[in-house]
């Protein structure tokens, strides 16, 4: 919800709830926000926007092999494989969540979004940020049945659990996304607020709202801690036991041979939540004016690394890529 407040200061307070609520109707549909960006230099824009381009092109064509190759090659149909490239969409989604406005916003220079642009992209934002983390974890339970329990692999990662495990994340992270919007929309916001950042993030949002923001902030919170902290357990679980049954095996070979496979896995989830902590930091600890430059790190980087990370340290996916390459070149 939207009202006609004075912008002289971005996170002023708006007049008196009766009135915003009254004027919201007349502004809602018509109202923008306005996404500072990353600089607001313009001989920089043309650098950002393709700078932007390249990486979301390098992006979508990586993670868009990944999924092809594991789809095509019946040597990677394994649950690892099926998460992996569960993995690639998401964070094609991710991407195509915020970049492209971006690059709309670059070329044509402007730095508007609509109130309903600007929710959709919180939503979505939420969604597939969240599940990356939630496919790590995954990931990280699925490694530890390999190693830890390799007679009963496919017992255990059945088809089944592999597909009820991903269900219950998208129905996990939709329901707590969507109590995110309908918790937004309780907010009022001044026509034209300015929000310091490329793009349309939650905590901004909270930030720049001209209504009280104790229960949005309560919600966030919470939801932070259960869908951060948990993940990141799981994870740090399986590795322990999977350290522990490293530790047992005698052969020096088995040892390398066995952790190699948690190697792609371990860098992606270094760099996962490095770069998140380094966004919360920069953000909500030091109040970094460079919070949205760090953010990029997360938003774009992290996506973009993913099947450079995956595909250079695993023969199994690079002799993939090399046959669908293969099959798809011209004969001379």
Known sequence: MLVGCSLNNAFASCPSRHTSYMEAGNHTEESQFLLLGLSEHPDLQPLLFGLFLTMYLVTVLGNLLII?????DPHLHTPMYFFL????????????????KGLVNLQAQSKDISYTGCLTQVYFFM??????????TVMAY????????????????????????????????FLVALVH???LRRLTFCIGT??????????????????????????????????????LTGILFSYSRIALSLMRMSSAGGKYKAFS?????????????????GVYLSSHVTHSPQSSAASVMYTV??????????????????????????????CL
């Open 68 to 72: 092809l190759a594991a789809s095509s």
């Open 85 to 100: 490239s569960n993995l690639s969409f998401v964070d094609i989604c991710f991407v195509s969540t915020t970049i492209p």
């Open 127 to 136: 969604i597939f940020a969240v599940m990356d983390g939630f496919l790590l």
């Open 142 to 173: 699925d490694r530890f049945v390999a190693i830890c329990h390799p007679l009963h692999y496919m017992v255990i990662m059945s088809p089944r659990l592999c597909g009820l495990l991903v269900l219950m994340s998208w129905f996990i992270i």
């Open 181 to 183: 919007i309908l918790l």
């Open 194 to 231: 300015k929000i310091p950042h490329f793009f349309c993030e939650l905590a901004q949002m909270i930030m720049v709202a001209c209504s009280d923001t104790l229960v949005n902030k309560i919600f966030l919170f919470v939801a932070t801690a259960l869908l951060g902290v948990f993940p």
């Open 261 to 277: 496979t948690c190697g792609s896995h371990l860098s992606a989830v270094s760099l996962y939540y490095g770069t998140s902590l």
């Open 301 to 330: 980087v992290t996506p973009m690394l993913n099947p450079f990370i995956y595909s250079l340290r695993n023969k199994d996916v690079k002799g993939a890529l090399g046959r669908l390459l293969g099959r798809g070149a011209p």
